[in-house]
């Protein structure tokens, strides 16, 4: 595979030669991944570096997957305008449960090394923590792009914030990493590693970093905004947001997810073939022809899927349509309700409807359409 494939869309690979001199110790080399545990899925941007370390494996060294349920609790700053909520530990824990399935999507199950931060962390005293505190210095970290705005604009940053390159540092320290992947956005965090590994007497590991996948609406991809993709989401629905992605972003999208070119021609059949690929890495090929025979059907034709879940109604008659639409189809409001049965994107049994409230037999055994997309048949009365 070689040196090339390794450090395929790699933005950073520091020290400069280092990784060729990693590569020289003849032995299988640690490659370190930490994850924190803020959201329950692991989507397709966090997975460009997970493919890295795929790469990694296949040419026979271990990757190491840390699940960061410790330092999920002090939150990580990086590329932030203020300070992370703090998740329970109850939501920590249920997040950290889904991650493992979620990354063996890409992983190599017998290369990889799966770790929980807590295992060290959680044992430091305080004199330990003071110790590793001393091995980087206020202004250095100071020098992060997000803490000097900050800073400057007299925005707080807690001291929480200012341990927390220090703790993933000494996640490298606890597992002995030769190298180190994260997002560009990780850079500062990855450097730090390797001063905090000399200090402790240990070969400082080398930063690989790839860059940040860019979504349909033109931010980076996140599960808090909502313009993700999980790598374990239900398959039409992997599906269907793959096909969002605008024409622009399908060279980047091709090169950063599936490692190729976009074939030549027609951006509608590129799109579709990286979405048969995307559902396929995860769920299998049938899996992706049914999905993509679901998107045939009701987002391209405007049919109804074959399958609608049948949903009781609730007492009361007439019944308010907007309201219906938020409980049964997911709306995110009634305003929003309002608004599509107002643009004639409402229907009840194929017709479009404009009223607000509908008598109970019209919606009793009928089948609702919101939308190109969300449909629910309600149950008989």
Same mark, same amino acid.
């Given at each position: 595979?070689?040196?090339?494939?390794?450090?395929?869309?790699?933005?950073?690979?520091?020290?400069?030669?280092?990784?060729?001199? #990693? +590569?020289?110790?003849?032995?299988?080399?640690?490659?370190?991944?930490?994850?924190?545990?803020?959201?329950?899925?692991?989507?397709?941007?966090?997975?460009?570096? +997970?493919?890295?370390?795929?790469?990694?494996?296949? !040419?026979?060294?271990?990757?190491?997957?840390?699940? @960061?349920?410790?330092?999920?609790?002090?939150?990580?700053?990086?590329?932030?305008? *203020?300070? /992370?909520?703090?998740?329970?530990?109850?939501?920590?824990?249920?997040?950290?449960?889904?991650?493992?399935?979620?990354?063996?999507?890409?992983?190599?199950?017998?290369?990889?090394?799966?770790?929980?931060?807590?295992? &060290?962390?959680? #044992?430091?005293?305080? $004199?330990?923590?003071?110790?590793?505190?001393?091995?980087?210095?206020?202004?250095?970290?100071?020098?992060?792009?997000?803490? =000097?705005?900050?800073?400057?604009?007299? !925005?707080?940053?807690?001291?929480?914030?200012?341990?927390?390159?220090?703790?993933?540092?000494?996640?490298?320290?606890?597992?002995?990493?030769?190298?180190?992947? @994260?997002?560009?956005?990780?850079?500062?965090?990855?450097?730090?590693?390797?001063?905090?590994?000399?200090?402790?007497?240990?070969?400082?590991?080398? =930063?690989?970093?790839?860059?940040?996948?860019?979504? &349909?609406?033109?931010?980076?991809? *996140?599960?808090?905004?909502?313009?993700?993709?999980?790598?374990?989401?239900?398959?039409?629905?992997?599906?269907?947001?793959?096909?969002?992605?605008?024409?622009?972003?399908?060279?980047? &999208?091709?090169?950063?997810? &599936?490692?190729?070119?976009?074939?030549?021609?027609?951006?509608?059949?590129?799109?579709? !073939?990286?979405?048969?690929?995307?559902?396929? /890495?995860?769920?299998?090929?049938? $899996?992706?022809?049914?999905?993509?025979?679901?998107?045939?059907?009701?987002?391209?034709?405007?049919?109804?899927?074959?399958?609608?879940?049948?949903?009781? +109604?609730?007492?009361?008659?007439?019944?308010?349509?907007? $309201?219906?639409?938020?409980?049964?189809?997911?709306?995110?409001?009634?305003?929003?309700?309002?608004?599509?049965? $107002?643009?004639?994107?409402?229907?009840?049994?194929?017709?479009?409807?404009?009223?607000?409230? +509908?008598?109970?037999?019209?919606?009793?055994? =009928?089948?609702?359409? =919101?939308?190109?997309? /969300?449909?629910?048949?309600?149950?008989?009365?």
């Amino acid at each position: 595979m070689g040196l090339d494939e390794l450090t395929r869309n790699a933005v950073h690979v520091l020290p400069e030669g280092g990784l060729k001199e #990693k +590569l020289k110790l003849d032995r299988p080399l640690r490659v370190k991944l930490g994850i924190d545990v803020t959201s329950p899925d692991i989507h397709l941007g966090r997975g460009i570096p +997970l493919q890295r370390m795929r790469a990694f494996q296949d !040419e026979g060294h271990t990757g190491v997957l840390i699940v @960061g349920d410790y330092t999920t609790r002090i939150g990580d700053p990086s590329g932030r305008s *203020s300070e /992370r909520p703090v998740l329970s530990d109850d939501e920590i824990e249920r997040n950290a449960q889904t991650y493992l399935d979620q990354a063996m999507v890409i992983l190599d199950p017998d290369r990889t090394e799966v770790r929980r931060n807590g295992e &060290w962390l959680s #044992k430091l005293s305080y $004199a330990e923590v003071v110790r590793l505190a001393r091995t980087i210095t206020v202004a250095r970290m100071l020098e992060r792009d997000d803490f =000097a705005k900050r800073y400057t604009s007299g !925005e707080p940053i807690s001291v929480s914030e200012l341990l927390y390159p220090l703790m993933q540092a000494y996640d490298s320290v606890a597992v002995e990493a030769d190298v180190e992947l @994260g997002g560009t956005d990780q850079l500062y965090n990855l450097l730090a590693g390797r001063e905090v590994m000399e200090a402790y007497g240990l070969q400082p590991q080398v =930063a690989l970093t790839t860059p940040i996948l860019v979504s &349909w609406d033109g931010d980076k991809m *996140s599960s808090s905004v909502g313009n993700n993709i999980p790598l374990t989401a239900p398959p039409e629905e992997m599906f269907g947001r793959t096909m969002r992605v605008p024409d622009d972003l399908l060279p980047e &999208w091709y090169r950063l997810i &599936w490692e190729r070119e976009p074939p030549a021609g027609d951006p509608l059949e590129a799109k579709l !073939e990286l979405a048969r690929f995307i559902v396929t /890495r995860s769920w299998g090929e049938e $899996a992706a022809r049914a999905a993509e025979d679901h998107f045939t059907r009701v987002v391209r034709e405007g049919q109804a899927p074959e399958e609608v879940a049948e949903e009781p +109604l609730p007492e009361g008659d007439p019944l308010h349509l907007p $309201a219906l639409l938020v409980e049964r189809l997911g709306l995110g409001s009634t305003s929003e309700a309002r608004r599509l049965i $107002a643009q004639g994107a409402v229907k009840v049994d194929g017709e479009v409807v404009s009223d607000v409230d +509908l008598p109970r037999e019209r919606l009793a055994g =009928a089948l609702v359409q =919101a939308g190109k997309r /969300r449909f629910v048949r309600f149950a008989p009365a």
